[in-house]
């Protein structure tokens, strides 16, 4: 959406509106591969994911909005939907992020999966969710409510990163109108944890 709006100042919004959306797409991902690895998780996740996905609805709506009214049309692009490069890929990262998270469990606790799942999630968040979850699962290395902070950590280090492609991609522009969305869905997601966070 970045080089489109670059190419076309005209498709702005419509660009701006897609790029913020598609962050809901995101956090259905995750609540399913977290649903699919552990159910407890997600019971605790379930608010961050609701606030965050409300967040990126409602920031994204304002721009499809201004882009009805400006009748923008976006072309359609071709391409395979599935990608066997991008899921051998997926599983290395989800397969180091797993040794890694048990193995900094272990050395230096909580604080050490947190840092692992940051650093994961500045590449994939879906990655450390899973493997955070898996952890969980195990029923021996981590608590569902433990997990809530690491799994965050990798949802705020990947809005950094698309924080820094909005920048370098669309222009100043596009990246002054959906920097706000990426930042507001992300202190959505953890304004719903806040309580937990706070009581576990």
């Not at 709006?5 to 419509?14: F, N, V």
């Not at 709506?61 to 990608?83: D, L, M, N, P």
């Not at 997926?90 to 604080?111: C, K, M, N, Q």
């Not at 109108?177 to 706070?198: K, R, S, T, Y």
Request: aromatic share 6%; proline share 1%; glycine share 8%.
């Amino acid at each position: 959406m970045g080089a489109r709006a670059a190419k076309r100042t005209d498709i702005l919004a419509a660009a701006v509106a897609a790029a913020v959306l598609s962050t809901v797409a995101t956090i259905i991902q995750m609540a399913l591969v977290i649903a699919a690895t552990s159910m407890a998780t997600l019971q605790f996740l379930s608010a961050s994911l609701t606030f965050a996905g409300l967040a990126a609805v409602l920031y994204g709506t304002v721009f499809t909005v201004r882009a009805i009214r400006h009748q923008a049309e976006g072309e359609a692009q071709s391409g395979r939907a599935i990608s066997f490069g991008t899921a051998v890929t997926f599983a290395l990262t989800l397969s180091g992020i797993l040794v890694a998270s048990a193995a900094l469990r272990e050395w230096f606790g909580e604080t050490g999966v947190v840092v692992a799942a940051a650093l994961v999630g500045f590449v994939d968040t879906h990655s450390a969710a899973i493997a955070i979850a898996s952890l969980v699962a195990s029923g021996k290395k981590m608590s569902a409510a433990e997990a809530v902070a690491p799994i965050l950590a990798g949802l705020s280090t990947n809005t950094i990163s698309k924080v820094i492609l909005a920048s370098t991609s669309g222009g100043r522009a596009f990246a002054l109108c959906v920097i706000p969305g990426l930042i507001a869905v992300a202190l959505a997601a953890w304004a719903g944890a806040l309580n937990i966070l706070i009581s576990g």
